[in-house]
């Protein structure tokens, strides 16, 4: 067995089903709401995870701590998570998150301490990021930003990412998120299109080696503390 499927009505998979399957390197999630009771975690062989749109929850710590995991495709348009361990925590080669166009919320503590994850890009049509979602993903260098109207459930959602360095926000962009980019300490530049109207509260705080930040005459609002730590803007 290499490739799994786990149909839309299946509701519970009991603990060790595919202790043997060592070659089992695909896993297709396409249950709305199934208990996979840790079978899919702590394992060697996985390389790719596919969640379908039709996810509505998943497990704690779904596909934590595959060291050979690379490459997720995640197409779950909103999906709940209740749990304080990553989906993905301890994955620290996966190089590869592909979020679908059609996800409008990313849940909490989606790719947290994801070592491995060196880009990621926020679909147009995402409007809720998730608590601490990217954060501590300490080799994440490049962030592409296409959501037009997103927010964040709490202003940490890359905290902790130090070596974000290159930040492209999508022409389209309307709204700058609370928190956006709030203690992303090595980002040095920041240009904000003329589509966006407003700027969150937070949104830099602490960016303490921005040097320059272009913004046009459009801006309508900046939120409280927006650029408050932010030592290095010249």
């Known amino acids: 067995l290499t490739s799994l499927f786990i149909p839309e009505n299946l509701e519970f998979i009991g603990e060790n089903a595919f202790f043997d399957c060592n070659n089992l390197s695909t896993i297709n999630l396409s249950s709305k709401n199934c208990n996979l009771t840790n079978n899919f975690s702590n394992r060697n062989n996985i390389k790719k995870v596919v969640v379908s749109k039709n996810v509505e929850s998943i497990s704690e710590g779904a596909f934590a701590f595959n060291e ?28 590869t998150i592909n979020i679908g166009e059609d996800v409008i919320q990313l849940p909490i503590y989606f790719a947290k301490s994801c070592g491995g ?43 902790g990412d130090s070596l974000l360095t290159e930040v492209i926000v999508d022409k389209n962009v309307k709204v700058i998120p609370n928190g956006f980019l709030n203690g992303c300490v090595n980002i040095k530049e920041i240009n904000i299109p003329e589509t966006t109207t407003s700027i969150g509260e937070k949104a830099f705080r602490n960016c303490e080696n921005i040097k320059t930040f272009v913004f046009s005459e459009n801006i309508q609002s900046i939120g409280k503390d927006a650029f408050v730590g932010c030592s290095g803007l010249e």
């Open 68 to 95: 050979n995991l690379t490459e997720v495709s995640w197409l779950s348009e909103f999906c709940s998570y209740s749990g304080k361990t990553s989906i993905f925590e301890g994955c620290n080669n996966l190089r």
């Open 117 to 159: 994850l060196l880009e990621i890009s926020i679909p147009t049509n995402v409007k809720k990021i998730g608590k601490e979602a990217f954060a501590y993903c300490k080799n994440l260098s490049k962030l592409i930003f296409n959501a037009k109207n997103c927010s964040y459930e709490s202003s940490d959602a890359f905290i």
